[in-house]
């Protein structure tokens, strides 16, 4: 059987953002994998370096949708230790509180994408449902579903009322019995089981080599936490595990994000019964000197690494961001070889891409036409067989 | 007198239980198929003529052939699949026990009409000349052969059961015995998996998965084509559900003795319509609780599971036949 | 100051190490060096993480930073290149997660990993003809066909 | 043996039960009272001291001559709603409203005075 090589991507059902998978076929066996990246580029760290300080808290929030927080909390955290600010501790607890209310809303969502690749729409109208209590909760205290606009350099912008604390607590409870549910799903469920286990193995000695982050590597027994090893915000004081399984395969994956919904449960329970009294921001100069700094968080998909570079102007000198994404793009294409077509959507989905945040850095531009010459529809689709005939693609 | 027979044949044909009763039952068991499914997902779901909006609005769509697709095999494929469902329909007991036209051996024809919209759908798939087609095309015929062995078979329990090719004489031979039922209840459900896939829905809709490879075969279909081709699934269902109404419910015979004295065909189709729509909300419901699984896995679930399962049904229907007695 | 910081120090010894805070250890090394500090970090501290690789435009020459992890603990490896002759010896060998960050600086600050086995474009587009954008240097499209 | 179907009672229950979507506009659901949706601006209260201006991240507030007094003007297109500018007031002459169906027909439209 000729070896037939399927572009999946850049524009394919299951994959939400564009990305593109070269798969090399031979019958219904994935041979060999070629990723091509940059075509949500938008540029942000240019953009970056031209804006203060204040503004760019809302260009890194922008960064991703599902994880906008955890940018957030990186690029304040490389403020504040440039400037050696301490924040209060009410608004370390309200930043905690802000991260794992993410998480729990990542952790739902991707539950749902996951059972709409294997087919099981069922489990994706449930989780999804699920998921609007947190983006309620997310609602009602930072003022929006998404972009929370909730970290100021020096603290938090809104406080969390007592009734908000009331609220929160309700959510939890209903979640708590909700996440059991779904374990049990995930476990006892045959088609599931049938569609994740032993798919999509990734060894912990490749993981390790491949630098693979979060809950990809955490799947192959590799307990590696940036929460727990190098403790931000309020963490070093909230008793959490980190959540490990050695199945090395998406059913692992899956295991892991289900039981670290009930560890963010109960950290957020911790969180709203512990919260210190005091102010929550302490105003921050707008320039800020000369030096640089490194802050990494466990953002719902793995490790989220930012580098700043200050000169002592409004301006950052350079911002640097690695996401959990492409950290795990080495490791995926190792999942992929010697799958089943079939299992392709699943395994890319099971580490949770979010392939906006990982074109995060330049101006994406069109080379050859000049800009603003309009490309009749026919010499479009022209130039799109032309590319992909180049690429042999048989599509 | 002769014109009166001829008259009533064309009426039975065209109009009740012929093939406008059979476009308006498929249009509406696909509504019941899609409202139930939403109602179990906690979702609205579509408003009563939807189906037949898309319908329409899809035949008023261009229709597009593509260069590269043999173009007569890429228009037959579709009326081939829904002409030969339309005529399994007509075999199948509605409105009396008989049907238009019951002779020993009708359950086999309807059961062989019922493969043509498969191989439809391969060829269409094969012919529409487009890569993801063609695999798509190739996991229908992949598929056909796991699931047309436990179809046949498990539907041809009760007639092994009665001695009787007839679906007339297989249905008079159930209302009389109701107890049947149970012995042949296994071979119920293997039929019941093995219809959903037949009709490729969704524990075993991996041609069309969306999100493998497209749209499977029908990726290169669109407007009248594609419309007939959705039809033509529509229908494969009623009349797959129909089938196993007829062969292991006992078809249009009220089960409760009650002999209606007239309209006795109004009640006999009402009867055959409760009990398709009973087969109909099981496949439903089998559909919302399970996710898709693999090609391999599904032959393989198909020969370790329904195939043996199958043959244990024959085997205790002879057992029960030879010494039962009846 | 956790214990494995004491003893990453202790390995380090004899490079220029600068720690500003807990968990934050800056080894700045000439160029030449790179390949054999590297080797000391993997065999002897058995760090595999490669978090990624920064780069930055420093006026006259080019800054590469190599982050690692080591149980929390973030190793940054700090060399330069001279704009003049912008190459680096690529570590793909020694940490293959670096396969992808060194695309990354290639496409978008023009540094050449030598020894990269498949330096394609990471995240411009194929038909980019805009030089290198992260540079202070460099110009808007818009801009250059302006200057012309 | 692990049998498919688990869902099955789970799924049985909510057949008959109310759905859970709402179907809006017919039906709305109320948003909290802090939502970042239309801001209002107190004309009286301005000093047309500029920082929302400069603070803002998306270039939607820019101050403009009106009646012989510089005062800023709010173009909803480019608007992100993150509220900086009502934070940047030094006399709170801006308030977020939870107002959010801004859907408007032309171009430039949207524009808070």
């Given amino acids: 059987m000729a070896h037939v090589k399927l572009p999946i991507g850049p524009q394919h059902p299951a994959l939400k953002e564009p990305e593109n998978f070269t798969i090399t076929l031979d019958g219904e066996r994935v041979v060999d994998v070629d990723i091509r990246i940059g075509y949500t580029h938008r540029g942000i760290e240019k953009l970056m370096e031209t804006r203060t300080y204040t503004q760019n808290l809302y260009l890194v929030e922008r960064i991703c949708g599902i994880c906008s927080y955890a940018h957030v909390e990186n690029f304040t955290q490389n403020v504040e230790e440039i400037l050696g600010l301490q924040i209060p501790k009410r608004a370390e607890y309200i930043r905690t509180l802000f991260l794992e209310l993410e998480r729990l809303h990542s952790h739902f969502l991707w539950l749902g994408v996951a059972g709409h690749e294997i087919g099981f729409d069922t489990l994706f109208m449930y989780t999804w449902q699920d998921r609007e209590v947190v983006q309620d909760l997310l609602e009602m205290i930072s003022g929006n579903r998404v972009n929370y606009a909730m970290n100021a350099i020096g603290g938090v912008r809104r406080d969390v009322s007592q009734e908000h604390r009331k609220k929160v607590l309700e959510g939890m409870d209903y979640l708590e019995k909700r996440a059991e549910f779904y374990k049990n799903i995930a476990l006892n469920e045959k088609t599931i089981l049938a569609r994740a286990q032993n798919v999509g193995i990734l060894k912990p000695q490749v993981a390790l080599r491949l630098a693979a982050v979060g809950p990809t590597a955490r799947a192959s027994g590799i307990s590696v936490d940036i929460r727990k090893d190098d403790p931000y915000a309020s963490y070093l004081d909230t008793p959490f595990e980190v959540i490990t399984t050695d199945t090395n395969d998406v059913l692992g994956r899956v295991v892991v994000r289900v039981l670290e919904i009930v560890e963010s449960i109960k950290i957020i329970r911790y969180l709203m019964e512990h919260l210190p009294e005091g102010d929550i921001l302490k105003k921050a100069p707008r320039k800020v000197p000369e030096g640089e700094s490194i802050s990494h968080t466990e953002a719902p998909r793995g490790e989220d690494f930012h580098y700043l570079h200050s000169n002592g102007t409004e301006k950052p000198e350079r911002y640097k961001v690695r996401t959990p994404t492409l950290a795990n793009l080495p490791a995926t294409a190792e999942m992929l070889k010697g799958t089943y077509l079939a299992d392709v959507p699943i395994i890319v989905a099971a580490i949770d891409p979010c392939m906006g945040c990982m074109d995060r850095v330049l101006i994406l531009k069109n080379g050859q036409e000049k800009p603003g010459e309009l490309i009749s529809g026919e010499k479009l689709r022209r130039y799109g067989i032309k590319w992909y005939a180049e690429r042999g693609w048989d599509a | 007198m002769g014109r009166i027979d001829f008259l009533l044949s064309i009426v039975y044909l065209l109009l009740f239980p012929g093939f406008l009763f059979l476009f308006a039952f498929s249009l509406f068991a696909e509504y019941l198929d899609r409202k139930i499914y939403a109602r179990i997902q906690r979702r609205v779901g579509p408003p009563f003529l939807q189906p037949f909006a898309d319908l329409v609005k899809l035949s008023a769509k261009e229709d597009i052939v593509p260069e590269k697709a043999e173009h007569f095999m890429f228009t037959a494929a579709p009326i081939i699949g829904l002409a030969a469902i339309f005529a399994a329909f007509l075999y199948l007991p509605i409105v009396s026990t008989t049907g238009l036209h019951s002779f020993n051996g009708d359950l086999v024809v309807v059961l062989y009409l019922l493969t043509i919209p498969t191989l439809a759908m391969f060829l269409g798939g094969w012919y ?96 009248r084509r594609l419309a007939l081709f959705r039809l033509a699934r529509d229908a494969e269902m009623v009349v797959g559900a129909g089938l196993i109404a007829v062969v292991f419910l006992a078809g249009p015979e009220p089960i409760l003795p009650l002999e209606p004295v007239y309209l006795s065909w109004l009640v006999a189709a009402l009867v055959f319509l409760l009990k398709t729509l009973f087969v109909i909300f099981l496949l439903i419901l089998l559909k919302s609780a399970v996710a898709r699984i693999r090609t391999d896995q599904m032959i393989s679930f198909a020969y370790q599971w329904l195939i043996p399962l199958t043959l244990v049904q024959i085997f205790i229907a002879i057992i029960v036949r030879f010494f039962g007695g009846i | 100051m956790t214990t494995t910081e004491e003893h990453i120090l202790e390995v380090l010894k004899g490079l220029p190490v600068e720690r500003k805070r807990n968990h934050r250890i800056f080894l700045t090394i000439p160029r030449e060096d790179l390949l054999k500090t590297l080797s000391i970090l993997s065999s002897e501290l058995a760090v595999q993480h490669l978090s990624t690789i920064t780069a930055r435009d420093k006026g006259n020459d080019l800054e590469i930073l190599y982050h690692f992890l080591l149980n929390g603990v973030v190793i940054t490896v700090k060399t330069t290149c001279p704009k003049t002759d912008p190459t680096i010896e690529s570590i793909v060998k020694i940490f293959p997660s670096a396969i992808l960050y060194e695309r990354e600086i290639h496409d978008i600050l023009g540094i050449v990993p030598t020894g990269h086995p498949d330096l394609r474009r990471l995240v411009l587009p194929d038909e980019w003809v805009g030089g290198y954008p992260l540079r202070k240097d460099w110009k808007q499209p818009a801009e250059q066909e302006a200057e012309e | 043996m692990k049998t498919p179907g688990k869902m099955l009672p789970k799924i049985m229950g909510f057949i008959f039960r109310k759905p859970v979507t709402v179907r809006y506009p017919k039906e709305r659901l109320t948003p909290p009272a802090t939502l970042r949706g239309k801001m209002k601006f107190h004309l009286d209260r301005c000093i047309s001291c500029g920082l929302c201006a400069r603070d803002c991240p998306s270039g939607a507030c820019t101050m403009h001559e009106i009646e012989a007094k510089k005062r800023p003007v709010f173009d909803l297109d480019y608007c992100t709603f993150c509220a900086q500018c009502a934070e940047s007031c030094p006399k709170d002459a801006i308030e977020m409203t939870a107002e959010f169906e801004l859907a408007h027909y032309k171009k430039g439209e949207a524009i808070v005075k």
Avoid: C
């Fill in chain 2, 128 to 223: 529409s000349g487009n890569v993801f087609g063609q695999k798509g095309g190739m996991r229908v015929a992949s598929l056909l052969f796991s699931y047309e062995i436990p179809f046949f078979l498990a539907l041809l329990t009760p007639a092994l059961l009665q001695g009787s090719w007839k679906m007339a004489d297989i249905t008079r031979f159930e209302a009389a015995h109701p107890l049947e039922f149970i012995v042949s209840l296994l071979g119920f459900f293997i039929g019941l998996i093995a219809l959903q896939g037949k009709l490729e829905r969704l524990p075993f809709d991996i041609p069309e998965a969306e999100t493998e490879i497209v749209a499977g075969p029908l990726v290169e279909y669109s407007g």
